[in-house]
């Protein structure tokens, strides 16, 4: 089958940095892509890896690793604003059906 | 409008009612895609539509679920006969061309319960 796993729950201190983590079972895919929600809000688009390595936008970062079938999203200089959930996702090879992760709830702590 | 538009925001329907949810894409994206989220939990993919081609319906629960998009813009999900399991907040998304499976813009939701 095809699935993602992230850790349920983060806690992190704010002005920290933060790695989220995502490891996925797919036949095949288009790229890894990372989805914030805040409570009662809808999901927003952070990033978004088609190759190995890391991309960076702003205090965010994503990496890519497709031979060890991993992923993950960094979040530098946290803020009280950064907590949310975070959703990592994959595009499926073959059509343009993308897939979600059960999310990762990142708690900021002053 | 400048973004993806549901209707309703909530809905609060009885057991074995039909209901209907509506989704306006972002104007020019021709992918269009619906997801169920229950409460904490992740999306859970429903079906998409990508310009002409037949939707992908692999992610209907059950047959009570149909969705149709017409003229290329405005979606519908109906759910026929609720039940309680089908509480949850339905998501709809859209891609513009050329980032499909990279990108997508989300509504609000239409947070459905069922009683």
């Known amino acids: 089958g095809q699935s993602l796993e992230q850790p349920s729950e983060v806690t992190a201190v704010e002005g920290a940095i933060v790695q989220i983590n995502c490891t996925y079972q797919?036949?095949?895919?288009?790229?890894l892509s990372w989805y914030q929600q805040h409570d009662g809000g809808a999901p927003t688009f952070l990033s978004y890896n088609a190759l190995d390595g890391l991309e960076e936008t702003g205090r965010f970062s994503s990496f890519l690793s497709r031979s060890d079938s991993y992923g993950y999203l960094l979040l530098q200089e946290l803020q009280m604003k950064d907590s949310a959930s975070y959703f990592c996702?994959?595009?499926?090879?073959?059509?343009?059906?993308?897939?979600f992760g059960a999310g990762t709830r990142l708690f900021v702590k002053a | 409008g400048a973004g993806v538009s549901q209707s309703p925001s909530n809905k609060v329907t009885e057991k074995g009612k039909d209901v209907e949810l509506r989704c306006d894409p972002i104007s020019g994206h021709t992918a269009l895609y619906w997801y169920r989220q229950s409460l904490g939990q992740g999306l859970e993919f429903l079906i998409y539509f990508q310009g002409n081609s037949a939707p992908d319906k692999s992610g209907l629960p059950s047959d009570r679920f149909s969705a149709e998009r017409t003229g290329g813009s405005v979606s519908t999900l109906t759910i026929q006969r609720t039940q309680q399991e089908d509480s949850a907040v339905y998501l709809c998304?859209?891609?513009?061309?050329?980032?499909?499976?990279?990108?997508?813009?989300f509504g609000q939701g239409t947070r459905l319960t069922v009683v």
């Open positions: 797919t036949s095949g895919f288009y790229g």
């Open positions: 998304a859209s891609s513009p061309p050329g980032t499909v499976n990279t990108e997508a813009f």
């Open positions: 996702a994959v595009g499926l090879s073959g059509g343009f059906k993308t897939i």
